[in-house]
Every structure is written in C-alpha cells, then in structure tokens.
C-alpha cells in the first residue's frame, strides 16, 4: 500500500471525485426536486402538502361549479397558493388570464402524463389532470410560492451557476489539499537552492521522528547538509593544515639554498641540509596522500605474528642509540587477517614508531598479541607521560599534537596515527588509546581472516 504520503494522495484524489460528485448530485438532486420539497411538512407552510395535494384534487372534482371560485379564493387566503383549472383549450375556467409559466407546465400533462412540475423564478408549479363530470377533463396548476432566499432562487433558475459553484467548491477544496501535499517539497526545493549556494547551514523545519515520507525526507536532507557542513569544515581545516606544515619545510629550503650561495666554501653542508628538507617535504606529502587515500579491497592475507615480530626488530633496532626496545609477545602459532597490500604494515609500524618517540631513553615499549574470539588484540604500550584524558580521542586526528610546540623532528607531522586509524577502520577493525599510569597503551582489534 505505500507510506502515508499515498494515502495522502489517494484520499485527495478521492475527496476531491467525491466533492466534485456529490456537489454536482446534491444541487442537482436539491434543485430538481424543490417542488417536491416545498410540499413536505414545515412549520408556518400551510396545510399537510401530502393530503393537501390529493385533497385540494378531490375537492375541484366534487365541489359544484358555483362553488369553485369561492374555494379557490378560500385557498389563496388561507395558505397563500394559487390554483389554476384549464379546460382542454388552455382557458382558465375562473375567467382569470393564464401566466406563461401555468400555461407551459399544463400543457406538459399530455395522454399517460398525469402530473408535471416546473420551477419558476417566483415558485414552483405543479400540474394534475383531473376530470369533472359537468366539465370533462381538465388540469390543475397549484403554483406555489418561493419562500427561499435569493441566492437559492437565483441557482435554482440557473444551472450555469451551479456548475459554477461546484468547479469553485471543488478548486477550493483542490487547492487547500495540493497545497498540504506539495508544502514541505517546495520547501525542500527552497532549501537545496540555499545549500546549492554556499548556505550549508540550512536546516529544514521536522519533527525529530514519526511522520511521513516527507517528514522522512526532510530530515534526510538535514543529515545530509549536517554530514556535508562538517566535510567542507574538514576540508578547509585539511588545506589550512597542510598549508601550515608545508611552508616551514619550504621555509628552510629557501634559507639553506641562499646560505649555500652565499658561502660557497660550506656548500657541501647546507646541501646536505636542502637533501634533509626535502625528505622531509617528501614524507610529509606520501603520509598526506595515504591519510587521503580511499578504500582499497582486501584481497591480501598476512599473517600477524610474523609481521609484528618483525616490525618490533626494526623499531628496536632504530631505538638503540637511546637504549629504546621493542618487546613482542604471544602465545599464538599464527594469526591470519585479510589486508591490502603493506597498508597495515604501514599503520602498525606508525603505531610503533609513535610508541617509540614517546618512550623515554632506557625504556621498553611492550607489544603484545592475543585472540578474543574472532577477533584478533594488538596492544602496543609504552612508558611516557601518557596523554590528558580529554585528547585521548583526538590524537587520531590529523596534524594533531599535544605538545604544538614540539620540533617537527621530535614529533612528527601528526599524520602517524590518523593513518593508522583510517587503515585499522578500512581492515573492519578499531583502534583506542587509553592511559595506564605508566605511559600509553593503543588497542587495535581486527577481525580474524575466517570471520571478516
């Protein structure tokens, strides 16, 4: 059957049928049988119209000729309506001058016709065949006044009025429901032109459940500008973050390469400087791109024990001038996940090295590995300072650093981890950090390679 907003539609298809119908039947049906109506029982009407009419017939069949006059009279005084008896001819028997109404609802009472109605502009007119014996057959026209208002005379003499009434009752009726209908799309065709022009703090007007499609739709739309408000916020946020970490490494090569013009005798140092710089500028760019890179298909098994092991050899190999280790542990044979290609080799070496940097001289960073079900607990936990519990959350942002001060070759650009977190969530795992007391410990789940 659809939501409500069929139901909407086909009740107003259906409303409108029916309002178009009925008015089109009521008047007509109304119309065509006031004469009918103007005889049923009203107060301060006259006699019963039921009896009054067969009585009123039986009574100029009956009542001697001499009579009549006086019993028309009486009638016309009494309850206010005209009778008018015509012979075969057209002739009112009482000598009176026949109007042109009588004379054409009369002449309407013909061979197996015995009754006849016609509405004028002042009353009704209703016709009867009835037979004397001294006279032969004749015709009685009852012309009963009009005791309606002005309008409804009006529309009861004209039909063209009320075909009238009934399109503009129908329009009227139309017009309020497309207007109910179509209200909340033309608002969302209002709103998309603001969004569609910069304004991307444009909301629409809903309730915040329930409702119907259109409810629905709107509040679609307000997710939609919310989640493309908060992507154009990160996008500028994105260029004003790599603007400021590429103009310090381009800022020193314009200072090394003007040194080493100026002192040609020391050339050989400040071009080893400029070749520093631009390994610098080189990594900070790939880590852009792989913090920006899209989705790649898993379609590469790696084995974690293996990878881990190895990954903590070459960080402890790096840390060994500051006496820095990297200790693995694991009690599994192997532990097999679907990745794509070396991106999770890259996200946990990031991992590691981000460990690495923060422990202090003469310390260990402990990686270990386990199985929680079918899912696979990478915990890597060093011993440094930790982080404040509100920017635990915010250290997998890009550019993100605690200490903003720190030298960019102690720290880093602070794209390890918001790299690493892209990756983990590409692989169906999640990536935490959490204080210990004693340094930091990051948590990386990934699904086993049976389950993902």
Not at 35 to 40: N, T, Y
Not at 180 to 192: D, M
Not at 277 to 299: F, P, T
Not at 333 to 350: P, R, Y
Request: charged share 25%; hydrophobic share 40%; with cysteine.
């Amino acid at each position: 059957m659809g939501g409500k907003l069929f139901l909407k539609v086909f009740l107003a298809f259906w409303l409108v049928s029916c309002a178009v119908l009925g008015s089109w039947m009521l008047t007509s049906e109304y119309f065509a049988s006031r004469p009918v109506q103007a005889l049923e029982d009203r107060p301060g009407a006259g006699p019963r119209p039921h009896r009054f009419i067969p009585h009123m017939i039986y009574n100029l069949q009956t009542t001697p000729r001499e009579s009549l006059a006086a019993t028309v009279k009486a009638t016309r005084e009494r309850d206010g309506i005209d009778i008018f008896l015509l012979d075969e001819r057209g002739a009112d028997l009482l000598g009176r001058e026949v109007p042109k109404d009588v004379a054409y609802v009369a002449d309407r009472v013909q061979g197996a016709r015995r009754r006849a109605y016609f509405s004028a502009p002042h009353g009704h007119l209703i016709a009867h065949d009835l037979y004397r014996g001294d006279m032969g057959p004749l015709r009685a026209v009852f012309y009963l006044p009009q005791r309606d208002g002005r309008i409804l005379n009006t529309l009861g003499g004209n039909p063209l009025l009320r075909i009238g009434l009934a399109v503009l009752v129908s329009g009227l009726v139309c017009f309020g429901l497309s207007r109910l209908i179509t209200r909340r799309l033309k608002a969302l065709q209002l709103a998309s032109r603001r969004l569609a022009n910069g304004e991307l703090d444009t909301r629409l007007q809903v309730r915040e459940r329930g409702g119907d499609e259109t409810d629905e739709l709107a509040r679609d739309f307000n997710s939609m500008a919310q989640q493309l408000q908060e992507r154009m916020q990160q996008q500028k946020r994105l260029l004003g973050d790599v603007s400021h970490e590429l103009r310090s490494p381009l800022a020193r090569l314009r200072v090394a390469l003007a040194l080493a013009q100026k002192d040609p005798h020391k050339r050989d140092t400040h071009l080893a400087r400029i070749e520093l710089e631009a390994q610098r500028l080189e990594q900070l760019i790939g880590q852009l791109l792989s913090s920006q890179a899209e989705a790649a298909s898993l379609d590469t098994q790696r084995d974690l024990v293996p990878l881990l092991r190895q990954l903590s050899e070459d960080a402890s190999f790096e840390g060994r001038e500051l006496d820095k280790r990297v200790l693995f542990s694991t009690s599994l044979a192997s532990a097999c996940v679907l990745s794509s290609g070396d991106l999770l080799e890259k996200s946990l070496g990031n991992v590691l090295r981000n460990a690495l940097t923060h422990t202090p001289p003469a310390s260990s960073v402990l990686v270990s590995l386990t199985q929680q079900a079918n899912r696979y607990l990478v915990t890597v936990e060093d011993a440094g300072p930790g982080i404040p519990e509100a920017e635990l959350e915010k250290v997998f942002d890009a550019f993100y650093r605690v200490d903003t001060a720190r030298a960019r070759a102690g720290g880093g650009y602070g794209l390890g981890l918001a790299i690493a977190r892209r990756a983990i969530a590409q692989h169906g795992g999640d990536i935490v950090a959490e204080n210990t007391g004693t340094g930091l410990r990051v948590s990386i789940t990934l699904p086993c390679m049976d389950s993902a």
